[in-house]
């Protein structure tokens, strides 16, 4: 597998710069949890395109967002009174007969800022924290391969992993079927760890193999395949659990889930992926001794 690691190096970088693309042009669409408003999701027994409910909201003077997710129509709008609402519900009833809220969260402006700063501040401290484990944890086994270095990679493994869901979110946002809010936020926060586990087993392996007397002096290019063998059952059958499990939620589970879950999905199958085809081939890339 080593033989080919500037290719999977290569598609790594490509599958981050196509997230990020897709970040940068369609954006994350924060929910209201985050940027602070009413998201409201309602469905009709009836028919009711977005445009019709968002002329409804203009004639009300209101300026909102209405998107459609699944058999739900979703408002993004600025927080509005208890008044305010019956009066929307009013005109909606009026207008397209009778609805169920399905869903109907609103926060202040100010408490929407400090979730958001709180959330990445959270994140970061966990990819810092992250970094020295790995680093403290392998620190005994620097042979041929420095400590830190494992930290390093862990690192940049996790980047790569967090930016995969984040373009998932942002494609799937700018159909109106994706609001980033904190449970994205602690989506990632599982992703981060679940990804880092995958990372660490495969590590762990390599240093086995650098510490056994045997087979420390084959080329480093070796030892690696074989440890990427070695843990490559393990990980798709752990990875496929966890993936079945989360599919049978999206399928089965309440809409209010469906970001989480797909963050976690994707996230899932980005950190499969890298622990057994980006960070052993960008450990190795650190090398070139071999």
Aim: proline share 3%.
């Amino acid at each position: 597998m080593m033989q080919h690691y500037k290719l999977f190096l290569g598609i790594a970088v490509l599958v981050v710069a196509a997230s990020w693309a897709c970040v940068l042009i369609f954006g994350l669409h924060p929910g209201a949890d985050v940027t602070g408003g009413v998201e409201w999701q309602i469905t009709f027994s009836g028919e009711a395109a977005p445009r019709e409910v968002l002329a409804v909201f203009e004639e009300g003077g209101a300026k909102a967002q209405v998107s459609s997710k699944g058999e739900n129509i979703v408002i993004r709008t600025e927080a509005m009174s208890a008044a305010e609402r019956a009066a929307h519900e009013a005109a909606l009833t009026e207008r397209f007969g009778a609805f169920q809220t399905m869903s109907f969260s609103s926060i202040g402006p100010a408490i929407g800022r400090e979730l958001q700063r709180r959330s990445w501040w959270a994140l970061g401290g966990v990819v810092a924290a992250i970094a020295l484990y790995v680093a403290w944890a392998f620190r005994k086994v620097s042979y041929r391969i420095p400590s830190w270095q494992y930290g390093a990679v862990a690192v940049i493994v996790l980047l790569h992993d967090v930016s995969v869901p984040l373009g998932v979110a942002a494609v799937l946002g700018r159909f109106g079927m994706f609001s980033f809010d904190t449970t994205v936020i602690v989506a990632l926060l599982v992703v981060l760890g679940y990804s880092v586990n995958d990372t660490i087993v495969v590590f762990d392996r390599i240093r086995e193999h650098l510490l056994d007397e045997r087979r420390r002096t084959l080329p480093l290019r070796d030892i690696m395949s074989q440890s990427i063998r070695e843990t490559l059952p393990r990980s798709i059958n752990t990875s496929g659990t966890t993936l079945a499990t989360v599919a049978a939620l999206l399928i089965l589970g309440p809409a209010s889930l469906t970001p989480f879950l797909l963050t976690v999905l994707a996230g899932v199958i980005a950190g499969t992926a890298s622990s057994l085809f980006f960070a052993p081939q960008l450990l190795y890339l650190l090398q070139r001794r071999d």
